[in-house]
């Protein structure tokens, strides 16, 4: 029987099980031979959870875990935000996750924006955005961002007729097309990917089979628990030292093969995948989602003239040309190899995107002491 | 923001279902649920909507995390405060 099965017998909250799971993921770390072998997940939760519970300290020094792009806020793109920002300051109501407010764009944030008298508001989610439209005659934009996940409660707010002053500026980002990229970066040394286990309750795990197919990689869907983690991760590394590439469910509680079918149909009724620049990182193919032409009318990019040049006069020159967030979100470099970070780059005056949002690789290792390499798992971190 | 919170539903009227979340009451919505939802079951749920029926049988592993974070509010604890967003993008609190 495989050690996974085991791990999957213990119960969750169980220090000793997370120890074992350790030893077990350094045991085959060992046979693998390699130094360092190098992982990714996908997922500003999962980075969170690893940090919060101090899980790398279970980790074989050999074992490089590296956040990719798993962060929407962070790869929404500079002209992504200048869109944002140009609608703003046009004079409509722009309705957008708090994440969103001091992200940079070329000439400032929807923070900045705000602060010069434009209408920004936070709602925590799309259904209050519509909700604000239905009490006002005036035109409101909700900036939509977020992986798939997210994409289908937009999708499911255009699908049940939203008053006619609402519209969207998507910005909504589709993840597996990104991994394909990661992959194929010169120097990548990504040996196998841990999936996000919410992105595929809508996606199903399947998605990553012809991905597998073309990069010989190995994908375990894993949760959110510090256990569904370690179990994970565990399952990776026996695939990368079998050299059995192939996609494994270890969330079988929320992830299924075909995903959320009903999901599906309304994310794809609404949306269409286009290529697209995600920040930092590269022109991802089918990697932004945006509105089909049948949904134009509640389209912001086709409801309104949206002059982003109007802003780049005003661009000052910035720190952000120093910024690594690209490099750190592709695995090249991690955030202590920054020489902004805890320095110019605080989570009070973030330079970059990855210290903005509370996915951020940077926002998290910040939180967590700078480097989260050094929390342990005994005395109670994993409870 | 990848993070979705499960809670139980309480009662469901059309589509949209009331769901407890420890104790507190709120509307969601099930536009996009994979499967028919009645009272007792338990739902994944993200911005405000439902995205995924857990088997009751699975639901107590799904919820012993969440449990956890919201045990003790700990400044500072970014995954504790997505769990609580979360929570503020459901409808509105029922008494």
Not at chain 1, 181 to 194: D, H, Q, T, Y
Request: hydrophobic share 45%; with cysteine.
């Amino acid at each position: 029987m495989s050690s996974v099965a085991d791990a999957t017998q213990l119960k969750f909250r169980d220090p000793a099980a997370a120890r074992a799971l350790g030893a077990a993921i350094d045991k085959v770390t060992r046979e693998i031979g390699r130094d360092p072998v190098s992982v990714m997940h996908v997922c500003g939760s999962h980075e969170q959870a690893i940090a919060r519970f101090g899980l790398r300290a279970a980790f074989p020094p050999a074992l490089e875990v590296i956040m990719g792009p798993g962060c929407p806020v962070c790869i929404t793109d500079v002209p992504e935000v200048d869109e944002g920002v140009a609608l703003a300051r046009q004079g409509v109501r722009l309705a957008t996750y708090g994440d969103m407010l001091r992200v940079p764009g070329s000439a400032g944030s929807l923070a900045d924006a705000r602060a010069a008298g434009a209408k920004v508001e936070v709602v925590y989610g799309i259904s209050e955005a519509v909700e604000l439209a239905r009490q006002t005659d005036e035109e409101v934009v909700f900036f939509a961002t977020g992986f798939e996940t997210t994409a289908v409660a937009t999708a499911a707010e255009i699908l049940r007729g939203p008053p006619r002053n609402f519209s969207v500026l998507s910005a909504h980002k589709y993840i597996p097309p990104v991994m394909e990229i990661v992959a194929e970066m010169p120097g990548s040394r990504v040996e196998g990917f841990l999936a996000a286990g919410h992105a595929a309750t809508i996606t199903g795990w399947a998605v990553f089979e012809p991905f597998v197919e073309r990069h010989h990689l190995p994908v375990v869907v894993a949760g959110f628990e510090p256990l569904d983690i370690l179990a994970g991760l565990l399952r990776l590394v026996e695939l990368i030292r079998d050299r059995t590439p192939r996609v494994e469910n270890l969330y079988p509680r929320c992830v299924t093969r075909e995903g959320n079918l009903a999901a599906q149909e309304q994310l794809w009724k609404v949306f269409r995948p286009l290529g697209g620049r995600w920040r930092g990182i590269a022109h991802v193919p089918n990697g932004n989602l945006r509105l089909q032409d049948r949904w134009s009318d509640l389209d912001a990019r086709r409801r309104f003239q949206i002059d982003v040049k109007a802003l780049w006069d005003f661009a000052p020159p910035s720190l952000l040309q120093q910024c690594i967030c690209g490099e750190i979100m592709s695995g090249r470099e991690s955030p202590i190899s920054c020489a902004l970070f805890g320095k110019e780059c605080q989570p009070e005056t973030p330079v970059g995107a990855c210290m903005v949002s509370t996915e951020g690789t940077c926002r998290i290792w910040h939180q967590y002491g700078g480097h989260p390499q050094l929390g342990r798992v005994a005395a109670g971190a994993v409870r | 923001m990848c993070l979705g919170v499960p809670g139980k539903v309480v009662q469901v009227e059309g589509l949209v279902a009331t769901v407890d979340f420890w104790g507190l009451r709120k509307q969601i919505r099930l536009d996009v649920v994979d499967a028919p939802v009645a009272p007792g079951d338990y739902v994944l749920n993200h911005v405000g909507f439902a995205i995924r029926r857990i088997p009751a049988s699975e639901a107590e592993d799904t919820l012993a995390l969440y449990a956890e974070l919201l045990a003790r509010e700990v400044p500072g604890d970014l995954m504790a405060d997505d769990v609580r967003g979360e929570l503020a993008a459901t409808g509105r609190s029922e008494r």
